[in-house]
Structure formats: structure tokens, C-alpha cells
């Protein structure tokens, strides 16, 4: 029998309901339960792909090609249950699924309304394409009261009903400030949001508060009075000095315990070596790199929510800490700023856009190639590598992206075609943006005696692509006699996957996003090894 729990949010948003979400996850997991997590998300967008990361923070991608919201990375790497198209939808996406119902008469001449179609389709979202799950949770973006998020209210809302309230419970996150002026904690806010979601029929079962201190037992009480919950349903949510301390610091709050009551569930206790294994790797590290991060989006670090983790990750594996120096890929357009790269032990170049920026990441490129500074390129990273070789090493003065606009040399050229699984994807110019892209898991092959075939010790693997351009095939005589090693291609010999350079300390580049698949439990082989050479680097300068 599956159980669903909802969590919502109230007063602001960012407090984590993400984080929260993935941790509870973690947390049902290590007793033993066959979990899975979703996300509501409000917004009338059909999917994030064509959002500004400056607006929405990172698009996930999942092996089945979906666009989808950064928290379902949290999700992933909380929990390692691979994310799916159908857990992720959209204000966007309920509403083309409905009126293309209704455009091809599915509805019989009815007058389409958000009650009962809109919010039936939202219940069909939730409860559907499940194997098994003992727990579904449900993560509704945005805060209570947003006028766009009513539909998924009273979606879940119906919901909680039609399975039963021993199947459903509702889990509020909200906000408990501290007043320095008058040196107290507040419960106001809280007690606000809790009849906010009142008035719309949903009385939560828990309340996560989230504080930057200790809430005092008077305080709990205090809420748990007029938020009509349990004392013991009052769960703080302190601060952490790395989300991967939240679901430790959770289940010593009771959160799980009091999830399992109220379903009437006698678990044993959660395994929690591994959390704990981690957390004392990322608190008492041996040492540290630093690696620059040379990125187009560095204003809004969700943007490379994925990569800061993994870099993390990597640095878990070698016990060191990872320090990333952020840093605006347009700075190196400028005479003599490249030299601002002297001191790190690394650089890492990830995926973008557009041509903004782009002479930066060349010149980082450069930089890392000549002074031996271990390089790792994703993306656009690997393009702009491979551009940068192609001018400096191959001769090919006038090579660029087609991306860019025309150009005499496209070394890198935009992909109108190419083959998943048993059938051809085809892309026209000037087509729609959205879902456009090459998207999801590709299989890659190794060239054997390779850097890459070393660090993954197999022959075939699958990793998650999210772009339009590629390497042209068409360059890539002139470019291994100049001393690039195409090391991964597609099955298919066509498509450049991976490219190193030999005779560099570390030198890599791919085409796909390996952040993606990163875990704090199985980092990625590609970060482990890298911040291995960024270690050895460190040790010479």
C-alpha cells in the first residue's frame, strides 16, 4: 500500500523544502521503505529548459530526456532512485495536456474547468507511473497563498481525501525568525501560514520549522497550540554546515519517528552509517584544493547546483575539502586577467549558452593547457577546449561555433540529427527551444589505453547529455594529429563524447553532464579523479 505525504511551504520561499523533502526521504529509506519524490511546480512554464538560470537556478536532467526542477538533484542524490519524467509537472505541462484533450473532443463538449479537470489531472500526476512505492512524496513549489499554486492545493487536498487520511499526511514547512532587536524568536509567521493553508482545507500533521537557533519547549508548545498539531509534531529545522548533516539532524528531531506514528508503522531504526561517514569526511577533511569554476552564470550559484555538489563529492572521496573560486568567464577577455588562475590547483570550465563569455572560457582553456593545470571541461567547456586546440595546436585560425553565427572554421556545429535507441531524432533551425536539445542518457564508448577508459574501468557507459551543438566530426583528423585523443564516441563512431590530451597531467572534456549522476555515497569516477589531480597539483605549487 503506498502512502503519500505532501510537503508545502509558507512565509518565504528557499528555506529548503527541497532539502527537506530529500532528507525525510533519506531518512524513510534507510528503515527499509522503497521511496520515491516528486515536485508540483506552479509556474506556467511547460518545463524550466528554456528559463534564464538567473530566474530558475540549474535545469535537471533526467536519463529519460525531462527538463526538469533543480530539487529533483537533491532528490537523486539524497536517496540514488533516478528521477523520472513523471516526477516533475508544471502548471505548463497540466494545462497543454488538458486543452489537447479538449482540442481533440476526449472531454465530450463539457465545459473545461480547473475543478474537477485541471485538479484531476494534477491527482493523476501523483498517483500515477509507480512500481511499488511504499512512500510518494509530493513537494509543492512555491509558498502558500501564491495565487498560482491553488490548483495543486486543492489537488492535494482532494487527494488526501480519495486515498484516506491513514494514506496522506501534510507536512508544512514555514519560517520561525529571530527579532535581534528584541531578542527573540517569533512564532507569528507560522501561525499565519498554518491558517493560510487552513483556509484553503488542508490542516498539516507536522510542522517543520526552520530557525537559525534552538527553539525554546515553550515556543514549541506555543505553536503546537495554535497550529492544532502535536508537540511532538513541532520539528526544528536548524541551520546545517552541509545539507548532507539534514537528515542526521532531522531523525534526531524526531521527524521520521513521528512520520512512522502517525502511519502506524513499528520500522527498525534507520541505518545512518553512511550519512554519518560523509558528514565526518566533509568536517574533518586532510586538506584542500582550490579549483576555479570559470562560468558564464556565477551571479547565481544555483545555477551549477549539480556541480558545486559534485566537486564536493570528489573532494569526499579524496578527504579534502573543495574550495571553488567562482569566477566571470568575461573577466578573461581582458588583457592579462588569465593570470588570476595562477594559485589554483584546477580549473573547471562547465556548460552555457550563447557567445557571451565564450573568449573567457577559450583563455581559461589555454591557460590550464599551457601551464599544466589540470582541466576539466563540461559542455560548452569541452567545445570551447577543443576550439581553443584547433586554433593554437591544429593551425585552424578561424575556428569557432556556429553557435556563434556564421563562421569560415565550425569546429563546432550545431546537431540537426542523431540517433537514440532505435529511432532518429531530427531538430530543424529555427525550431521551437523548448525540449530541442540532445537530452538525456546516450551510451558512450572508450577508446582503450585511454585516460577516460582508466578512470571508468569499462568499455560502454551512459551518461546524461543537455545541448544542441557537438563537435564536427568533420575536424577530427586534424585535430588528433595535432594531439587531441577523441576517447568516447557515440556507438555510432559519429559523435564526439570525450576528449583528452595525452601528454597533460589532466586534461578532459565531455560532451555530457556527469555532475548529474554525482552522489555524496558514489561520487562520480570523473570529479574523484580530478580532484586527485587537483591534490597532486597542489603538492607542486
Known sequence: ?????????????????????????????????????????????????????????????????????????????????????????????????????????????????????????????????????????????????????????????????????????????????????????????????????LSVGIQPDILLVRTDRPIPEAERKKIALFCNVRREAVIPALDMKTIYAVPLALHEEGLDAEVCRYFR????????????????????????????????????????????????????????????????????????????????????????????????????????????????????GMQMAVIEAARSLAGIEGACSSEFGACKEPVVGMMTEWVKGDRVEKRPQGGDMGGSMRLGAYPCMLSPNSRARAIYAQDLISERHRHRYEVNINYLARLEQAGLLFSGMSPDGQLPEIVEIPEHPWFIGVQFHPELKSKPFEPHPLFISFISAAVTQARLV
Open 265 to 380: 508503522l513499528t520500522p527498525p531504526p534507520p541505518d545512518l552509517a553512511r550519512w554519518r561517514t560523509i558528514v565526518e569526511r566533509i568536517t574533518k577533511p586532510e586538506g584542500e584544493v582550490t579549483i576555479a569554476v570559470v562560468g558564464k552564470y556565477t551571479g547565481l550559484l544555483d545555477a551549477y547546483k549539480s556541480l558545486a555538489e559534485a566537486l564536493a563529492h570528489g573532494g569526499i572521496a579524496n578527504n579534502v575539502h573543495v574550495r571553488m573560486n567562482w569566477i566571470d568567464s568575461e573577466i578573461f577577455e581582458q588583457e592579462d586577467t588569465v593570470q588570476r588562475l595562477e594559485e589554483v590547483h584546477g580549473i573547471l570550465v562547465p556548460g552555457g549558452f550563447g557567445e557571451r563569455g565564450a573568449e573567457g572560457k577559450i583563455a581559461a582553456a589555454r591557460f590550464a593547457r599551457e601551464r599544466q593545470v589540470p582541466y576539466f571541461g563540461i559542455c560548452f
Open 1 to 197: 500500500m503506498t502512502r503519500y505525504i505532501f510537503i508545502t511551504g509558507g512565509v518565504v520561499s528557499s528555506l529548503g523544502k527541497g532539502l527537506a523533502s530529500a532528507a525525510l526521504a533519506a531518512l524513510l529509506q534507510a528503515r527499509g521503505f522503497k521511496i520515491r519524490l516528486r515536485k508540483l511546480d506552479p509556474y506556467i512554464n511547460v518545463d524550466p529548459g528554456t528559463m534564464s538560470p538567473y530566474q530558475h537556478g540549474e535545469v535537471y536532467v533526467t536519463d529519460d530526456g525531462a527538463e526538469t526542477d533543480l530539487d529533483l538533484g537533491h532528490y537523486e542524490r539524497f536517496t540514488g532512485v533516478p528521477s523520472r519524467r513523471s516526477d516533475n509537472i508544471t502548471t505548463g505541462r497540466i494545462y497543454s495536456d488538458v486543452i489537447a484533450r479538449e482540442r481533440r473532443g476526449d472531454y465530450l463538449g463539457a465545459t473545461i474547468q480547473v475543478i474537477p479537470h485541471i485538479t484531476d489531472r494534477i491527482k493523476a500526476f501523483i498517483g500515477g507511473d509507480l512500481d511499488g512505492e511504499d512512500f510518494v512524496l509530493c513537494e509543492i513549489g512555491g509558498t502558500v497563498g501564491d495565487i498560482e499554486g491553488l490548483p495543486f492545493l486543492e489537488a492535494i487536498r482532494q487527494f488526501g481525501n480519495e486515498v484516506g487520511r491513514e494514506r496522506a499526511l501534510y507536512v508544512h514547512l514555514t519560517l520561525v525568525p529571530y527579532i535581534s532587536s528584541a531578542g527573540e524568536i517569533k512564532t507569528k509567521p507560522t501561525q499565519h501560514s498554518v491558517k493560510e493553508l
